[in-house]
């Protein structure tokens, strides 16, 4: 090899080994407890004193046959259950959202947390929620990124007691299946611009079919639009630990997953599955994009989600056990 090349190399991982020292990404912790979490009308309150808001949607007729936490995805907030809990409402099974720490109107609005706050937090709701409702089956239903706090809380040493988990498309994309090139990037990127924002356009995806609702996303001022750096580096580690951990979650659980994704791949989502318990329900939508809860064809997936928490082990009514892309069913 050239004396020229080499020389260049060692100049080039000298001045990465420098960059990355340089800066670090930003972790907006939380701050020491102050209080007992508990709800009041419009607010979890977490340990912290953070408030972080809340929207419930509960049967008006008759008390709630069973309950769902629901987790929303990255850069959106708890609205993004609006139908979706109407939806259950309607059909007797109650639902509880909340914007997480940094999104929508909580603290921190675009600064990343860490794992173990979202983590935390969650394990805290659900130990309010089930002191509120102590005798209704409980499940948590996580929504992209809410899908991977769900199942990091729930392999954690001290998983919270639910009845079962909904995983709707679930934010799984960690490093182990992104191209080098990728993985690289986002490393020097977090440690030497971890604030420059990005906003996606020109990547030209399609989270979903349902045009009407993406242009109400585009105008409402709460949901984020362009993201720093360095909260997609924590959204990268919360994912890596998603994919690891996911082999060990031990409740009965259902994974919504459409065949349209472009947000979070095929291959990180088909690794999942192939290591979660034989007893995990798979469901697959051949039309489903990755807000499968707001396409145009919701309904079948919520239907589905009805269907399973009422049985466990009937046949869906919409969703398929077979990749129709893979051309294979999953074991």
């Not at 603290?107 to 794992?115: A, D």
């Not at 909260?231 to 994919?243: Q, V």
Request: net charge neutral.
């Amino acid at each position: 090899m050239p004396r020229i090349v080499l020389l260049f190399i060692t100049v080039l991982i000298a001045v990465t080994l420098l960059t990355l020292s340089a800066c670090s990404p930003l972790v907006n912790h939380p701050g020491p407890q102050i209080t007992v979490p508990k709800i009041d009308h419009e607010h979890f309150i977490a340990a912290d004193g953070a408030l972080l808001p809340l929207r419930r949607w509960l049967p008006i007729d008759a008390p709630a046959t069973a309950l769902v936490i629901a987790l929303h995805g990255f850069n959106d907030y708890s609205n993004a259950f609006a139908s979706s809990g109407s939806y259950l409402s309607s059909r007797g099974i109650g639902c509880y959202a909340y914007d997480q720490r940094g999104f929508g109107g909580a603290p921190g609005r675009g600064l990343w947390s860490g794992t173990e706050a979202y983590s935390g937090d969650l394990a805290a709701f659900v130990a309010v929620v089930r002191t509120l409702h102590p005798n209704v089956p409980l499940y948590l239903m996580g929504e992209s990124m809410g899908g991977a706090v769900t199942i990091v809380t729930m392999t954690g040493s001290h998983p919270p007691g639910v009845d079962g988990v909904i995983l709707v498309a679930p934010a799984v994309w960690g490093r182990d299946t992104m191209p080098w090139y990728q993985r690289w990037l986002l490393a020097v990127t977090a440690h030497t611009v971890p604030w420059l924002e990005l906003t996606g356009k020109g990547l030209k995806i399609r989270p979903s079919d349902n045009i009407e609702m993406l242009r109400g996303l585009g105008r409402d001022p709460l949901v984020i639009k362009a993201t720093r750096i360095d909260t997609m580096h924590g959204l990268t580690n919360l994912m890596d630990s998603a994919l690891v951990r996911a082999q060990h979650l031990r409740v009965p659980t259902l994974v919504q997953y459409g065949e349209h994704d472009q947000v979070i791949p095929q291959q990180p989502t088909l690794l999942m599955l192939e290591k979660m318990p034989a007893a995990t329900k798979k469901a697959f939508y051949r039309n489903g994009y990755h807000m499968l809860l707001r396409d145009l064809q919701g309904e079948k997936p919520l239907a589905d989600i009805v269907a399973w928490i009422t049985d466990h082990n009937q046949p869906l009514p919409y969703g398929s056990d077979t990749w129709q892309g893979a051309g294979k069913k999953l074991k």
